[in-house]
């Protein structure tokens, strides 16, 4: 079974500072991508990357970075948190040619 | 811009079908997903249609009619376990890697 983990369920983080959510998979995957969801917006893809030191700006990359060293991990910063920023964060991979993406269970981060 | 078009909520009761439909307007539109997402959980896979016509799996069903922009998910013999929100996704990057969502359907079933 594919494993996606994230590096916390609850964060709780003060307007500012530096955030770092970690997201690790386990089969292997090409290609890796950040989520945000909110009520009534779905799910807006922040980045993706589809390799090791790739990524790709997604809908909504204002105020986020992020970093993928190794294949198995893909890591979301928020280089300085703001309370907009408050939102469940989601990783997912996906590996090719399948078209499922696995996702991860979450990070509700909330930003005071 | 890209969007996909879904009702918010649906509801019904066991045992009942319930269709929930999905209209897209993309560029460079690859194929349509289909995701339920349990209150608290990850969403998880349900299918793909990347050609027109329906796919069965079980219980669900997706159909697709690319002439139409138009897709939607077929829930039969509706259960209790089947209350989640279901989201609508197109395969719309060039990689043929990245989905954008619809905000997705609750849908409610009840005894």
């Known amino acids: 079974d594919v494993k996606v983990t994230q590096s916390s369920r609850y964060l709780v983080k003060r307007t500012g500072e530096k955030v770092f959510l970690e997201c690790v998979q386990d089969m292997d995957h090409e290609n890796m991508f950040w989520y945000r969801q909110d009520p009534g917006l779905g799910l807006r893809l922040i980045y993706f990357?589809?390799?090791?030191?790739?990524?790709e700006k997604g809908d909504i990359p204002e105020g986020y970075s992020v970093s993928r060293e190794k294949k198995e991990r893909f890591s979301l910063i928020l280089e300085s948190a703001s309370t907009n920023q408050t939102s469940m964060y989601l990783c997912a991979s996906r590996g090719m040619p399948s078209y499922e993406q696995y996702f991860g269970p979450g990070t509700r981060l909330t930003v005071t | 811009g890209q969007s996909l078009e879904q009702p918010s909520e649906v509801t019904a009761v066991e045992g009942a079908i319930v269709q929930i439909n999905c209209t897209y307007q993309t560029s460079g539109f690859y194929g349509l997903s289909w995701y339920q997402q349990h209150d608290g959980g990850a969403p998880t896979f349900l299918s793909y249609n990347a050609l027109d016509g329906l796919e069965e799996t079980g219980r669900f069903s997706s159909f697709l009619s690319r002439s139409d922009s138009y897709g939607y998910l077929l829930l039969q013999e509706l259960q209790m376990k089947d209350s989640a929100s279901y989201f609508c996704?197109?395969?719309?990057?060039?990689?043929?890697?990245?989905?954008?969502f619809g905000k997705g359907t609750t849908l409610s079933v009840s005894s």
């Open positions: 996704a197109d395969d719309h990057n060039q990689a043929g890697t990245a989905l954008i």
């Open positions: 990357s589809y390799d090791v030191k790739m990524k």
